[in-house]
């Protein structure tokens, strides 16, 4: 009985102990668990705008939508900016998802360069400087043929995980265009366009990812059928261009990109009239005499190497010396700093015909492309204003424009190679994707001045065996990557792009 007694006082001089000990143990599984997830931030305004000569009203939504994991929790905040056409037929009304590159960059300069209502004006091939930097109405804006949702994957603009989840899921080719899949058909969904006509188009690593979209949107029984891919400066194969010992490759993509910017500075004897016929004479030797020269190697007569070297010359704008050197392979990076040495200059990545003050002018390592530091300030500032003010978007959030993704994964879910480690190449996924699809067409947007996704490149990742060339259609501009920098070219990709669609 005495020992009765005793546990059960024991018990009672313990009890605020064990409370305590349960409410502590409650306090620490609370603040381990992730913040309860608010719900999606979304602004919806109306506009009025004239495009393509025609007097629009639009409504601009401008937001958040979440992609939920496998327990239908929110896993994702994807943000997009969708214009649509006040009293459009969703039956026939075209819509068409936009996107940029990087991988890591927010789709601001699709959006606030080329196809938006509002575009910031910058002066062509030349630094942008400090602000203000004029946003004024974009006439050249697709909204009078199509409606239009510009998406920022997960990392960048303003999208970013939830509830604790790791962005590096949604960080790679194949899990990249899945969530980007997922968020369309949602958006289709919610707005009720699955019967629309439907356009995906991306730039640069947005050209990768569209055709790695098209395969999750079309490679499967539950089709989301695509009337067309829109590609502006293109990149489907990252082997072909691959810089690495014994692939001569790059040599014979990137020649005809040498030719070019050679022709815009005036460092080619006796030019051609145009920068296509100047195309065309390098397309020629690259695929022959060059190919030819640098396929054989070490086998390379003196007589055959002499003439290939004069041609080489003649086409770069380089010395005999020089190409001597370097035994007839001249990188990118090389060519930059040396075409316009005597000029004291370099020329840009993104577009070659930025030139810039390169405080290291012997080597290869130097400043940064002045082409991209020409324009990214103006951009950055446009979309921040633009959201911000015009579209009432209200976040405490860092618009992040690009680099906001680490750690991408290259590999291609289901492709073969020695343990899986083998070069990306999404092209095949088009090439079914048109046998697959009668319907489907594909726009081909390349700049002459572009060295990140050379036009030989994109010309030669779409001549393959198996790929219908009667629904490809290429387009050349006077500018580089971003060859609406350039208002003539502004003028005319829009005026491309808006043919193209209509044509369907």
């Given at each position: 009985m005495r020992l009765t007694t005793s546990l059960t006082a024991l018990a009672i001089a313990l009890a605020p102990f064990a409370a305590h000990a349960a409410d502590r143990k409650k306090d620490e599984e609370a603040a381990a668990a992730p913040a309860p997830v608010p719900p999606p931030t979304v602004s919806v305004t109306k506009h009025k705008g004239v495009f393509g000569g025609q007097s629009i009203a639009y409504t601009a939504t401008t937001g958040e939508t979440y992609l939920n994991d496998k327990d239908g929790k929110p896993a994702a905040a994807i943000f997009s900016t969708a214009y649509v056409r006040d009293g459009g037929d969703p039956k026939t009304r075209p819509v068409t998802f936009l996107y940029n590159g990087g991988p890591g960059s927010g789709s601001l300069w699709l959006h606030m360069g080329a196809f938006g209502p509002k575009r910031v004006v910058l002066p062509d091939a030349k630094d942008d400087g400090a602000p203000p930097y004029p946003l004024v109405d974009n006439p050249e804006s697709l909204l009078d043929v199509t409606d239009m949702v510009f998406i920022d994957p997960v990392g960048t603009g303003f999208s970013h995980t939830l509830g604790g989840k790791d962005p590096k899921d949604y960080w790679g080719v194949s899990s990249d265009a899945r969530s980007i899949s997922e968020f369309i058909r949602k958006w289709l969904s919610e707005n009720g366009r699955w019967a629309s006509p439907k356009y995906i188009g991306g730039e640069s690593?947005?050209?990768?990812?569209?055709?790695?979209?098209?395969?999750?949107?079309?490679?499967?029984?539950?089709?989301?059928?695509?009337?067309?891919?829109?590609?502006?400066?293109?990149?489907?194969?990252?082997?072909?261009?691959?810089?690495?010992?014994?692939?001569?490759?790059?040599?014979?993509?990137?020649?005809?990109?040498?030719?070019?910017?050679?022709?815009?500075?005036?460092?080619?004897?006796?030019?051609?009239?145009?920068?296509?016929?100047?195309?065309?004479?390098?397309?020629?030797?690259?695929?022959?005499?060059?190919?030819?020269?640098?396929?054989?190697?070490?086998?390379?007569?003196?007589?055959?190497?002499?003439?290939?070297?004069?041609?080489?010359?003649?086409?770069?704008?380089?010395?005999?010396?020089?190409?001597?050197?370097?035994?007839?392979?001249?990188?990118?990076?090389?060519?930059?700093?040396?075409?316009?040495?005597?000029?004291?200059?370099?020329?840009?990545?993104?577009?070659?015909?930025?030139?810039?003050?390169?405080?290291?002018?012997?080597?290869?390592?130097?400043?940064?492309?002045?082409?991209?530091?020409?324009?990214?300030?103006?951009?950055?500032?446009?979309?921040n204003s633009y959201l911000r003010g015009d579209l009432k978007y209200a976040t405490d959030r860092q618009y992040v424009t690009i680099g906001g993704v680490r750690g991408w994964d290259w590999k291609l879910e289901g492709q073969g190679g020695r343990d899986g480690e083998v070069y990306v190449n999404v092209a095949p996924y088009l090439g079914r994707a048109l046998r697959e699809n009668s319907g489907l067409r594909v726009f081909v947007g390349q700049g002459y001045y572009d060295f990140a996704t050379p036009f030989f490149g994109a010309e030669y990742s779409l001549n393959r065996p198996g790929f219908d060339p009667a629904r490809i259609q290429f387009h050349y501009y006077d500018a580089g990557h971003m060859m609406y920098v350039r208002q003539e070219d502004l003028r005319k990709l829009s005026a491309d792009v808006k043919a193209f669609i209509r044509a369907r």
């Open positions: 690593y947005g050209t990768t990812r569209s055709v790695a979209l098209i395969n999750e949107l079309e490679g499967s029984y539950n089709d989301v059928a695509v009337n067309g891919i829109i590609l502006i400066s293109t990149i489907l194969d990252f082997a072909a261009p691959a810089e690495v010992q014994g692939n001569e490759m790059p040599y014979i993509l990137n020649l005809p990109s040498m030719t070019t910017t050679a022709w815009y500075h005036r460092k080619l004897p006796n030019p051609t009239a145009t920068v296509a016929e100047a195309a065309a004479q390098a397309r020629a030797f690259a695929i022959g005499p060059y190919a030819a020269a640098l396929l054989k190697g070490n086998q390379l007569g003196a007589e055959e190497r002499a003439s290939v070297r004069a041609e080489l010359s003649r086409l770069t704008g380089l010395s005999e010396q020089f190409l001597d050197n370097a035994n007839l392979r001249v990188t990118p990076g090389r060519f930059y700093k040396e075409l316009l040495r005597d000029r004291g200059l370099t020329v840009g990545r993104l577009d070659s015909r930025y030139t810039g003050i390169d405080y290291d002018r012997a080597g290869e390592e130097g400043d940064n492309d002045p082409s991209f530091y020409g324009i990214d300030a103006s951009y950055t500032s446009a979309v």
